[in-house]
């Protein structure tokens, strides 16, 4: 007795077509896995990028339940605070992580901080800096004067007065390179290129995604196309229904048919992703045929043309100059960086006035040398944004950053440069399987209303 539990579908395909069970069977499963596939492959890239932002809604009592649920399941991409059920890509929403692994995979391994502040080319800033910084630099030598001693700044011959802003005018560019002379000798005490990229990032998920898809967009779109490989793998699940029918074998024909298509349609979605990843990412050496069909992963194989997309992206969205300096003069050790350009300024402020101004002031008290330390020290960290945070600027040093950090990427092991990408899609792997199989089911089930078993 035939044990295979029968289900009829909405349309008699045998009668419409006139062809038996084995062929409307051969034909249809491979199509619909081959669906499965590319649904599956195409909805998870969409998934590791799309939203940016979390997107859902509020769910009465989730609020209670979340804490009841497990770790892994507590910390999907599918719950917010409140009782908020909704989605955000994986990226994104790991934008802390990510952005770390970014450091961790790619920054840390082509240079340190000093390297890409050498590449910024300190000198022309400290040019740009001295140019725009003089009008103030002038101003507020004379307020700090005029407003603490005004009437024994006012009894000075109007020559001495001249000379002494002259002296100023004259050595501000000797200053200014200094300063970031300065800044560069201690530069890995300043600038903690780790904390200043998970910041941003962090702040900024939309650049991170940015960044990811604009270094991998063949491989991502390479990873669509390969779901089609359902097609191949739907050709056994169909073989197997047959032979089960056929042969009605003791354990097997005892699985209903419908639960097998169901089973075949997941494990298929899962195939097809982990197949997907992999041949792109691995291996990241060549390899002989006898263990990878593919020799190379498509990704690493790709790294001379995908080391300047890297390069280039990372340059216009992270290491630019707006991030270095905003990090060094407002960021976790801004308060160090101030110091060092008042220390400069202190070291110059002898020299600045004359002998003779300079004693004068030291004499009677003309000069108060703290005040005008802390205010040119203050004036510069001020203005250092409207100098090097425009738009022409940054473009024309993300050039030379990029240049750099190409040559840097080109130079790397295929399995180093490969594991960039590589390990943000790792990360949440796992979901992208569950994730494949849950659509081949939902695929599958669509195969049985249409066709039935």
């Known amino acids: ?24 069977d051969i034909v249809s499963i491979p199509i619909f896995s081959a669906i ?84 910024l080319d300190p000198d022309q800033m400290a040019d740009m800096m001295a140019r725009e910084a003089r009008p103030q630099i002038r101003r507020i030598a004379t307020d700090v004067i005029d407003t603490n001693h005004r009437w024994l700044w006012d009894t000075l011959p109007s020559p001495v007065q001249e000379g002494v802003l002259a002296t100023i005018d004259q050595r501000l560019p000797q200053i200014s390179q200094r300063a970031f002379n300065k800044v560069g000798d201690n530069i890995d005490d300043l600038l903690d290129v780790k904390l200043m990229t998970v910041n941003h990032l962090r702040q900024n998920p ?6 990811f898809q604009g270094m991998g967009a063949p491989e991502l779109r390479f990873m669509v196309k390969i779901g089609a490989l359902g097609f191949v793998f739907g050709f056994p699940l169909a073989l ?17 048919s419908w639960l097998i298509v169901l089973a075949g349609a997941a494990i ?19 390899q ?6 593919w020799k190379q992963g498509v990704f690493p194989k790709r790294q001379h043309e995908a080391a300047a997309q890297v ?65 040119v020290s203050a004036e510069i960290v001020d203005l250092a944004p409207e100098v090097f945070y425009s738009k022409e600027f940054n473009d024309e040093k993300a050039k030379k950053i990029a240049a750099f950090a190409t040559k840097k990427f080109r130079e790397l092991k295929p399995a180093e440069f490969s594991e960039m990408l590589y390990a943000a899609i790792e990360q949440d792997a796992w979901l992208l399987y569950v994730h494949g199989g849950l659509l081949g089911i939902l695929v599958g089930g669509v195969h049985l209303l249409l066709f039935g078993t």
């Open 36 to 119: 499965a596939g590319l649904i599956t492959n195409w909805t998870g890239v969409i998934m590791l990028f799309s939203p940016t932002h979390f997107t859902g809604f509020y769910v009465p009592g989730l609020r209670t339940i979340f804490p009841l649920l497990p770790r892994k399941v507590q910390i999907l991409p599918i719950f917010a605070p409140g009782g908020i059920l909704g989605f955000q890509g994986f990226i994104p929403c790991r934008a802390e992580k990510m952005a770390s692994l970014i450091v961790d995979m790619s920054i840390a391994r082509i240079g340190s901080i000093g390297d890409f502040y050498k590449e």
């Open 240 to 256: 197997y229904l047959s032979w089960v029918e056929g042969s009605h074998p003791p354990i097997l024909s005892a699985i209903p």
């Open 311 to 375: 390069a280039e992206m990372m340059s216009e969205k992270v290491l630019t100059v707006t991030n270095f300096t905003h990090e060094l003069l407002f960021g976790a050790s801004g308060d160090k960086t101030a110091a060092y350009l008042a220390e400069v300024v202190a070291e110059e402020v002898d020299q600045i006035f004359t002998p003779v101004a300079a004693s004068i002031g030291k004499t009677l008290g003309v000069v108060d040398w703290d005040e005008l330390e802390r205010k």
């Open 268 to 286: 298929i979605g899962v195939v097809v992703n982990i197949l997907a990843i992999k041949i792109v990412f691995e291996p990241g050496d060549p």
């Open 1 to 24: 007795m035939q044990t295979v539990t029968m289900a009829a579908s909405l349309i008699d395909w045998e009668k419409l077509t006139g062809q038996s069970k084995f062929v409307i």
């Open 288 to 293: 002989p045929r006898y263990k990878y069909l």
């Open 206 to 211: 939309g650049t991170l995604s940015d960044i």
